[in-house]
T-cell receptor
Framework: AQSVTQLDSHVSVSEGTPVLLRCNYSSSYSPSLFWYVQHPNKGLQLLLK??????LVKGINGFEAEFKKSETSFHLTKPSAHMSDAAEYFCVVYVTGTASKLTFGTGTRLQVTL | GAVVSQHPSWVICKSGTSVKIECRSL??????MFWYRQFPKQSLMLMATSNEGSKATYEQGVEKDKFLINHASLTLSTLTVTSAHPEDSSFYICSARERGDPRGNTQYFGPGTRLTVL
């Protein structure tokens, strides 16, 4: 069975400083990995996804993530945080199989301060 | 592209009444749609998976008679909460998987529906 662990429930950064949101996964097979962002009282927006192509994935709004198989990690980064980045971020894993369902991490709340 | 809408965005109803929530894929055909429930400050919990033209598959612990799902077309799925009670109050989010998605694993999410049962 697959699982995903978001190592920080809350991250606070100053505007203009780098963002790092950590995610580790567990999967018996080659996974597809996603990062979604959710603003308050809104649905989820796809930031980026990894599907076994390039290990460094670029997404929207300046975010990127690197798939590291040896570390079973898929951390999300952004060089410079903006106030509008404040939101909840979910790391998600998908493994092909009979279940074919997404497995969500518990989420990381990103706070951006002036 | 890949826009999913939900209607209504919020609804308040009396205990014992039924509420229908619509999920539409606006610019693509969705062979599969998913319904999630999210409690405050928590992650999403998958309730059921619906495939166009067939019965929905419910997750363990989800009452199929209480949460009726219909996926009548490739662009519309509905969730009806029957005989709603205050404990059904939650944020309901749908997602859709695009027909022809080569790996079939990317889901596009709707904006969610806030249900409050008085």
């Amino acid at each position: 069975a697959q699982s995903v662990t978001q190592l920080d429930s809350h991250v606070s950064v100053s505007e203009g400083t780098p963002v790092l949101l950590r995610c580790n996964y567990s999967s018996s097979y080659s996974p597809s990995l996603f990062w979604y962002v959710q603003h308050p009282n809104k649905g989820l927006q796809l930031l980026l996804k990894y599907t076994s192509a390039a290990t460094l994935v670029k997404g929207i709004n300046g975010f990127e993530a690197e798939f590291k198989k040896s570390e079973t990690s898929f951390h999300l980064t952004k060089p410079s945080a903006h106030m509008s980045d404040a939101a909840e971020y979910f790391c998600v894993v998908y493994v092909t199989g009979t279940a074919s369902k997404l497995t969500f991490g518990t989420g990381t709340r990103l706070q951006v301060t002036l | 592209g890949a826009v999913v809408s939900q209607h209504p965005s919020w609804v308040i109803c009396k205990s014992g009444t039924s509420v229908k929530i619509e999920c539409r894929s606006l610019d693509f055909q969705a062979t599969t749609m998913f319904w999630y429930r999210q409690f405050p400050k928590q992650s999403l919990m998958l309730m059921a998976t619906s495939n166009e033209g067939s019965k929905a598959t419910y997750e363990q612990g989800v009452e199929k008679d209480k949460f009726l799902i219909n996926h009548a077309s490739l662009t519309l799925s509905t969730l009806t909460v029957t005989s709603a009670h205050p404990e059904d109050s939650s944020f309901y989010i749908c997602s859709a998987r695009e027909r022809g998605d080569p790996r079939g694993n990317t889901q596009y999410f709707g904006p969610g529906t806030r249900l409050t049962v008085l």
